[in-house]
Protein backbone atom coordinates (compact mmCIF):
# COMPACT_ATOMS: atom_id res chain seq x y z
CA UNK A 1 0.00 0.00 0.00
CA UNK A 2 1.42 3.17 -0.77
CA UNK A 3 0.96 6.33 1.13
CA UNK A 4 -1.41 9.23 0.62
CA UNK A 5 -0.31 12.32 -1.69
CA UNK A 6 -0.65 14.57 1.46
CA UNK A 7 1.83 11.68 3.68
CA UNK A 8 4.68 12.68 0.72
CA UNK A 9 7.38 15.10 2.29
CA UNK A 10 7.45 17.89 -0.46
CA UNK A 11 11.56 18.41 -1.11
CA UNK A 12 13.01 21.64 0.74
CA UNK A 13 15.02 24.35 -1.30
CA UNK A 14 15.58 26.63 1.46
CA UNK A 15 13.93 29.46 -0.52
CA UNK A 16 11.89 30.31 2.92
CA UNK A 17 15.09 30.66 4.68
CA UNK A 18 16.91 32.61 1.89
CA UNK A 19 13.67 35.06 1.83
CA UNK A 20 13.51 35.71 6.19
CA UNK A 21 17.64 36.41 5.67
CA UNK A 22 17.36 38.58 2.68
CA UNK A 23 14.65 40.33 4.31
CA UNK A 24 16.93 40.34 7.55
CA UNK A 25 20.10 42.10 6.16
CA UNK A 26 17.60 44.55 4.17
CA UNK A 27 16.34 45.54 7.79
CA UNK A 28 20.03 45.68 9.21
CA UNK A 29 20.74 48.83 7.28
CA UNK A 30 18.10 50.34 9.15
CA UNK A 31 18.85 49.53 12.81
CA UNK A 32 16.86 47.49 15.00
CA UNK A 33 12.75 47.91 15.28
CA UNK A 34 12.21 50.60 18.51
CA UNK A 35 10.37 47.82 20.07
CA UNK A 36 13.35 45.33 19.42
CA UNK A 37 16.00 47.58 20.96
CA UNK A 38 13.67 48.30 24.87
CA UNK A 39 13.00 44.65 25.05
CA UNK A 40 17.26 44.16 24.95
CA UNK A 41 18.20 47.16 27.12
CA UNK A 42 15.71 45.62 30.05
CA UNK A 43 17.37 44.64 32.85
CA UNK A 44 17.82 40.99 33.20
CA UNK A 45 15.96 39.52 36.43
CA UNK A 46 18.55 37.14 38.41
CA UNK A 47 16.93 36.66 41.76
CA UNK A 48 15.70 33.22 40.92
CA UNK A 49 15.33 31.83 44.82
CA UNK A 50 12.36 34.13 45.18
CA UNK A 51 10.97 33.15 42.18
CA UNK A 52 11.14 29.42 42.91
CA UNK A 53 9.60 30.36 46.89
CA UNK A 54 6.89 32.18 45.01
CA UNK A 55 6.30 29.09 42.48
CA UNK A 56 6.57 26.93 45.76
CA UNK A 57 3.33 28.86 47.65
CA UNK A 58 1.23 28.59 44.52
CA UNK A 59 1.91 25.61 44.56
CA UNK A 60 0.63 24.72 48.19
CA UNK A 61 -2.17 26.88 47.31
CA UNK A 62 -1.20 30.36 48.82
CA UNK A 63 -1.95 32.86 46.48
CA UNK A 64 -1.31 35.62 48.37
Known sequence: MTRHIIDHHAARTG???L????????EADRGLHPATRILHSRPVERDSTSRVA?????ERGIET
Open 19 to 26: NFLRIARK
Open 15 to 17: SRI
Open 54 to 58: RFARI
